[in-house]
């Protein structure tokens, strides 16, 4: 089939370029040119493992283009993958999404079906279908069919290749059956709904995982208070198969481009409805809390920052990527910098990004030996596999070595023994 995909992102570009995988002929439009240029020179714009091999695997099915009217004009399907970020008030803009469907209104000249990816508010779906058919330069019939991305950046090549389901809310027959061939060649099973449906799974799913992690942080925290070890009694729940073991670990907080926004949407749609989501709410009002965790921990050891060198070991808000969206580091980073301390910062792969976001007196290091070297504190943010592999007499050689870790990165037992002190989330304190 002939498939167009509005932007280029994390979504939108592995969906285009998995679909290539799969036999179809792609086309991928993007705003932002300086993508779009690196794109037709074979270059991948994002760091997402896996990605840039199967792209250059397929690169026989797959145009790159900013002309959005050569785009929309001929295709069977065309996917909205544009961004959904979060509006002041916590509500979803959709300005984007409703930007490519004025595109499309104006481009298809031909029937074709609109594949909503992005994360998008219950209900939006139909007002994208009702947007588009109201605005129709040409006699054709579209339909809008939501189908929601539930990949993770970091992993996103693999998950969406091999992920456990695909989510289709569609209205008509002939739409389900455009998306069961679009996605011909999957092992997994298709779920199909109605549009609401379809958009209501995506946020509930996104906002339950929150809810886990922030369950687990909490539990962490009396953990600590208790002598309880968050990591035995994760363990012990997580076999459970009703509870289960994943987003079960203990830490500073989620980030990244999706959870933070997308509980802050949902709780704001919930209220719109006079139907607050108690749940949601405080999921998130723990996650806040909890990216503070490590500088409280640190004010036990020193009342002011000021003049201090401090080791911040990981930047992105997770490893395998290099976003730093609502990245923990972007609250904690500044607070130390606000305070007077000298940062110096290690991340494999964040740290071009962060000095785009943050000013400050930060030295960027080539490796974490380089930022640990003489600091007074040091600050784990990112648990890369280059930050858990370090062996606990790496850190001897700070001034002096108060490792806050908050992503659990050692074993206790590893770092008992060392002359140095050792705090982490949910677990007692190793000095
Ligand atoms: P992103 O910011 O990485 O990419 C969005 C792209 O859209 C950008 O390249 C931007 O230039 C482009 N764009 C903006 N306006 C455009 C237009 N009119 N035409 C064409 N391109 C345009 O976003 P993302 O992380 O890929 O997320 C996209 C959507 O998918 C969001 O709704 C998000 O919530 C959802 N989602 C994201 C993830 C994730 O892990 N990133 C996972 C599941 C779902």
């Known amino acids: 089939m002939k498939i167009a995909i509005a932007g280029t992102g994390y979504v939108g570009l592995v969906t285009g370029v998995v679909l290539a995988?799969?036999?179809?002929?792609?086309?991928?439009?993007?705003?932002?040119?300086?993508?779009?240029?690196?794109?037709?020179?074979?270059?991948?714009?994002?760091?997402?493992?896996?990605?840039?091999?199967?792209?250059?695997?397929?690169?026989?099915?797959?145009?790159?283009?900013?002309?959005?009217?050569?785009?929309?004009?001929?295709?069977?399907?065309?996917f909205i993958a544009v961004g959904t970020p979060e509006k002041m008030d916590g509500s979803a803009n959709l300005s984007y999404v409703f930007a490519v469907a004025g595109q499309i209104a104006e481009s298809a000249k031909r029937d074709c079906i609109v594949v909503v990816k992005s994360t998008v508010p219950i209900g939006t779906n139909d007002k994208v279908e009702q947007y588009i058919k109201k605005h129709l330069k040409h006699d054709v019939n579209i339909e809008v069919v939501s189908n929601p991305e539930f990949l993770s950046q970091g992993t996103a090549v693999r998950d969406m290749l091999h992920g456990s389901r695909i989510v289709v809310g569609a209205e008509s027959e002939e739409a389900r059956k455009a998306m069961a061939e679009i996605y011909k060649g999957m092992n997994q099973p298709i779920v199909f709904t109605n549009r609401r449906s379809a958009e209501m799974i995506k946020y509930a799913s996104n906002d339950f995982l929150a809810l886990k992690i922030s369950f687990i942080n909490e539990i962490a925290n009396l953990c600590e208070v208790l002598g309880a070890d968050v990591e035995d009694v994760a363990r012990g729940m997580g076999m459970d198969p009703r509870i289960g073991d994943k987003f079960l670990k203990a830490g500073i907080g989620y980030g990244g481009s999706c959870f933070p926004k997308d509980t802050k949407a949902l709780h704001w749609l919930g209220n719109y409805h006079d139907h607050e989501l108690k749940t949601i709410k405080a999921a998130i009002e723990v996650n806040e809390n909890q990216k503070l965790r490590l500088i409280k921990k640190a004010r036990k050891y020193y009342d002011t920052f000021e003049g201090l060198a401090i080791a911040v070991l990981g930047l992105?808000?997770?490893?395998?990527?290099?976003?730093?969206?609502?990245a923990p580091s972007l609250t904690i980073v500044p607070i130390l910098l606000d305070d007077g301390a000298i940062v110096k910062a290690y991340d494999p792969c964040g740290m071009e990004r962060f000095k785009q976001k943050v000013n400050g007196s930060i030295m960027y290091c080539g490796t974490p030996e380089e930022a640990l070297k003489d600091a007074d504190i040091c600050f784990i943010l990112t648990e890369w596999p280059q930050i858990t592999s370090l062996k606990p007499e790496v850190f001897l050689s700070m001034k002096r070595p108060i490792i806050l870790d908050g992503r659990n990165c050692y074993k206790l037992e590893d770092m008992e023994g060392h002359d140095l002190v050792y705090e982490s989330i949910g677990r007692r304190v190793i000095q």
């Open 21 to 78: 995988h799969l036999g179809h002929e792609i086309i991928c439009m993007d705003i932002d040119a300086d993508k779009i240029e690196k794109l037709k020179k074979g270059i991948c714009p994002i760091f997402e493992p896996g990605l840039p091999e199967l792209m250059a695997e397929n690169a026989s099915r797959l145009t790159f283009t900013t002309d959005y009217s050569a785009a929309y004009s001929d295709a069977d399907a065309i």
């Open 316 to 326: 992105t808000f997770k490893p395998g990527t290099d976003d730093l969206r609502e």
